[in-house]
T-cell receptor
């Protein structure tokens, strides 16, 4: 299966700071990246979809100015949580796809990043 | 702090028994479905998928059944093992684009 990494795995920050989460697809080129958020004991909620070199498309209710997504290369996408508040504390998971048929029909997920905002 | 939401449905089974996990999906246009397993603190892991032109697909120890009439999916795990304890999610998609996840079920296997 595909190898996907996220960094950091856990971050604790003060309220009001910005946090950047990196997602790397290590063995394939991710033309599309999905970002999910998961609260404790809840399901994954799709936040946004980004295609390499294009602006991300955000799901309804997700603030694009708060959750900045950059997908500048085929192997790296970043999610920046700006001015984080305690209610942003969650588990953030990326999911890249290559769209070339090899992995297009099977989503692979990063290991997730736990964000704790104090 | 973190938000507190609904608790996941739970299912407890004896080791060696078969498990059946159910999922209702919402979009009648969805044509591709995946079951995922998620262990605590980790990202989801792919288990098995099925397209809407099928109503059953079998993998190793797992079977997925699709009933499009009632928009229902089930995952059957044969001879459930302690390592199967996890949260299981179904995800629906139209054309393999965005995937939307169901509520999830927490499976506990009793040794």
């Amino acid at each position: 299966g595909a190898v996907v990494s996220q960094h950091p795995s856990w971050v604790i920050c003060k309220s009001g700071t910005s946090v950047k989460i990196e997602c790397r697809s290590l063995d394939f080129q991710a033309t599309t990246m999905f970002w999910y958020r998961q609260f404790p004991k809840q399901s994954l909620m799709l936040m946004a979809t980004s295609n390499e070199g294009s602006k991300a498309t955000y799901e309804q209710g997700v603030e694009k100015d708060k959750f900045l997504i950059n997908h500048a290369s085929l192997t790296l996408s970043t999610l920046t949580v700006t001015s984080a508040h305690p209610e942003d504390s969650s588990f953030y998971i990326c999911s890249p796809t290559s769209g070339d048929g090899r992995f297009a029909d099977t989503q692979y997920f990063g290991p997730g990043t736990r964000l704790t905002v104090l | 702090g973190e938000s507190v939401g609904l608790h996941l449905p739970t299912l407890s089974v004896q080791e060696g028994d078969n498990s059946i996990i159910n999922c209702a999906y919402s979009n009648s246009a969805s044509d591709y479905f995946i079951w995922y397993k998620q262990e605590s603190g980790k990202g989801p892991q792919f288990i098995i998928d099925i397209r809407s032109n099928m109503d059953k697909r079998q993998g190793q120890r797992v079977t997925v059944l699709l009933n499009k009439t009632v928009k229902h999916l089930s995952l059957q795990i044969a001879a459930t093992q302690p390592g199967d304890s996890a949260v299981y999610f179904c995800a629906e998609s139209v054309g393999g684009n965005q995937f939307y996840f169901g509520t999830g079920t927490s499976l506990t296997v009793i040794p």
